[in-house]
């Protein structure tokens, strides 16, 4: 019997079965004028120039991942605080298909709260200082380095714009998810 498989018995209500149950990964990320530069190709001899913003516009991206369904969840909301996270929470409720609970991991941030739980969402939190065990870290890697570094931003509507398409891109490349997001510790 796994830690996962304890942890989810402890934390699930008395009437959802482990078969019920799928493990899903949340956290999310800031993304804004104040980027990260990042490496790029260049000639050999020469020292590239990357641009970076001294302005402070930015907005969050909310993200979910289900590795064993290929599910993904996100929102691009304005703020990190109970009030978005809430909002997230509903929505993730609303992608669980109906008989099916989802058991979310996430970090112990201050707006991560278990009064947010749904009637088919049970949230856990994560050990402290142990990003490793989100897989949603890698997805904020693979997201920036594929669709976010080395940008410059007009305005908050550009922003959303960046964002809403860098999520769109990574949840619809065929097998991402899973290829990404899947631990083999993972399982309940």
């Not at 691009?76 to 008989?99: F, K, Q, W, Y």
Request: proline share 5%.
């Amino acid at each position: 019997v796994s830690f996962w498989h304890e942890l989810a018995v402890q934390a699930l209500p008395e009437d959802v079965s482990l078969e019920q149950v799928d493990l899903w990964f949340q956290d999310e990320t800031r993304i804004g004028q104040q980027g990260s530069t990042s490496r790029m190709w260049a000639r050999k001899g020469t020292r590239p120039r990357a641009l970076k913003q001294q302005q402070f516009i930015y907005s969050y991206i909310y993200g979910a991942v289900c590795p064993s369904t290929g599910q993904a969840v996100g929102l691009i909301l304005p703020n990190a605080n109970t009030v978005c996270m809430s909002l997230h929470i509903d929505e993730i409720s609303r992608s669980i298909p109906e008989g099916r609970h989802g058991l979310i991991l996430m970090d112990g941030a201050g707006w991560h709260q278990a009064s947010l739980n749904r009637d088919n969402v049970t949230i856990v939190k994560i050990p402290p200082y142990s990003p490793e065990l989100n897989p949603c870290e890698q997805v904020w890697q693979y997201i920036k380095d594929k669709s976010l570094k080395n940008r410059c931003y007009t305005d908050y509507d550009d922003i959303l714009r960046v964002a809403t398409e860098a999520w769109i891109n990574f949840t619809t490349e065929e097998g991402r998810i899973q290829s990404l997001c899947s631990r083999d510790w993972a399982e309940i």
